[in-house]
C-alpha cells in the first residue's frame, strides 16, 4: 500500500497485513498504475493517464481435441493464437478492446466461428466447458506517460521491472521476461 522513503532509500514497505524494513532491494514487478499509486501516493498529485489494450483470453474443454501443434497462429481473424494443452485449448486475442466488452454469448459465437472455420473438425458440440478471462489492463501503450512515472524513480534500492519497463521494446511478455533477467542482473552484479 506504501513505501517509505529517506535518504534517496526505500526503507520500508507498507501492505494491508505488514509492515517489511529488513531488505537490501524492493524489486516491483507490478503494472505502472499500481506503482504509481504506492510510489507517488500523496507526493505526486497526477491523473491515471496510461492507456492500456486488452487481452482476451478463451478456455475450450473438448470432448475430442484433434489439434496436434503446440500452437497455431491465425492469419486474418478475429482470434490471434490457439494454444493446444491437451483436453483444453486456449484461445487469445490480443488488442482485444473492440470486442473485450460483448456479452459471454457473443464472445463464445465469435470464437466458435473463427474455430470453425479454421478446424474443419471443429463444432460447437465439441465443447463440453468454457472459460472467458478479460484483462482490460494487459497492455500499457502510453510511452510518454510511462517515461514520466520511470523517471520518478530515484531511489538506489528500488528496481523495476515488467513488459511496460523498456522503451526499446513493446509490452510484450519477452519484454517482461528480459526487464526481470536484468533486474536478477543488476542484484548479483552488486553483491
Known amino acids: 500500500t506504501e513505501l517509505r522513503i529517506e535518504n534517496n532509500r526505500i526503507t520500508s514497505v507498507i501492505t494491508s497485513a505488514s509492515e ?20 507517488c501516493g500523496k ?27 503446440p500452437v497455431y497462429g491465425l492469419i486474418s481473424s478475429e482470434l490471434h493464437w490457439v494454444f493446444n494443452k491437451g483436453n483444453y485449448i486456449s484461445i487469445t486475442r490480443s488488442a482485444a478492446n473492440g470486442i473485450i466488452e460483448l456479452s459471454r454469448e457473443e464472445l463464445l459465437g465469435i470464437v466458435f466461428a ?12 465439441t465443447v463440453i466447458a468454457s472459460k472467458i478471462i478479460k484483462e482490460k ?13 520511470k523517471s520518478s524513480f530515484k531511489q538506489e534500492n528500488l528496481l523495476v521491472c515488467g513488459d511496460w519497463t523498456d522503451d526499446e521494446y513493446p509490452c510484450t511478455i519477452e519484454s517482461a521476461v528480459r526487464s526481470g533477467k536484468n533486474v536478477a542482473f543488476k542484484i548479483n552484479a552488486a553483491n
Open 20 to 39: 517489511y524494513k529488513d531488505f537490501d532491494y524492493v524489486v516491483s514487478a507490478i503494472p505502472p498504475s499500481a506503482l504509481e499509486k504506492i510510489y
Open 43 to 69: 507526493e505526486i498529485n497526477r491523473e491515471d493517464k496510461f492507456s492500456y489494450e486488452s487481452i482476451l483470453n478463451v478456455h475450450l474443454w473438448l470432448d475430442h481435441n484433434n489439434i496436434t501443434a
Open 114 to 125: 473463427e474455430l470453425e472455420k479454421y478446424f474443419p473438425w471443429f463444432t460447437r458440440k
Open 137 to 149: 489492463r494487459a497492455t500499457c501503450n502510453n510511452r510518454e506517460e510511462l517515461g514520466k512515472l
